[in-house]
């Protein structure tokens, strides 16, 4: 099993940033991940997803630009940069992984693992 924890969150005003941090444990955590997002009443959507070696990456159109994911695989660490953030990101931030390698996914079911989530809350 991989065990994600998710901190950073926070509110901020719109045109801020934020960084939020993704610590794994468990077992190796040498395999895609991503973020994901929840606002209430709207369906999960992906934001940001990285491949195992941080080589490949994928935004969705909302945050391309803006935000910027990463990883450190020897801190067992995901990062995701948020730059000139709006009120429409406000949301739960998830991290997630998947069960391996490959080209990055963009949809909750390519996960296995997740964490907690940490509230993000941009006010205009």
């Excluded at 948020?82 to 949301?91: F, L, V």
């Excluded at 390698?101 to 693992?113: A, E, I, K, P």
């Excluded at 940490?118 to 205009?124: D, E, K, L, R």
Aim: aromatic share 10%; charged share 15%; hydrophobic share 35%.
């Amino acid at each position: 099993q991989v065990q994600l924890a998710e901190s950073g969150g926070g509110l901020v005003q719109a045109g801020d940033s934020l960084r939020l941090s993704c610590v794994a444990s468990g077992r190796t955590f040498y395999r895609n991940a991503a973020w994901f997002r929840q606002a209430p009443g709207r369906e999960r959507e992906f934001v940001a997803g990285i491949g195992a070696g941080g080589l490949n990456s994928n935004y969705a159109d909302s945050v391309k630009g803006r935000f910027t994911i990463s990883r450190d695989n020897a801190k067992n660490t995901l990062y995701l940069q948020m730059n000139n953030m709006k009120p429409e990101d406000t949301a739960m931030y998830y991290c997630a992984a998947a069960a391996g390698m490959g080209v990055v996914q963009t949809t909750d079911s390519s996960y296995v693992f997740w964490g907690q989530g940490t509230q993000v809350t941009v006010s205009a």
